[in-house]
C-alpha cells in the first residue's frame, strides 16, 4: 500500500513539474516576443542610438 502511494505521490510530482515547465515556456516565449517588438519598434522610430531598455 505505501509503495502504490509513493508511485502515485511521485506521479503527481512529476506532472506538477512538467505542467510548470510548460507553462514557464509560454511565458519566456511572451517576453520574448515582447522584446523583439520593442526593439523593432524603437528602432523604426529612429533617434540616433537611443536604446529602449535602461541598463
Known amino acids: 500500500m505505501a ?3 509513493l508511485v ?3 506521479a503527481v510530482v512529476l506532472f506538477g513539474i ?3 515547465v510548460k507553462v514557464l515556456w509560454w511565458i519566456a ?3 520574448l516576443v515582447i522584446w523583439v517588438l520593442g526593439f523593432v519598434f ?3 522610430e529612429g533617434g ?3 536604446r529602449w531598455y535602461r541598463w
Open 3 to 5: 509503495a502504490l502511494l
Open 8 to 10: 502515485l505521490l511521485l
Open 18 to 20: 512538467g505542467f510548470a
Open 29 to 31: 516565449a511572451v517576453v
Open 42 to 44: 524603437r528602432a523604426a
Open 48 to 50: 540616433g542610438r537611443r
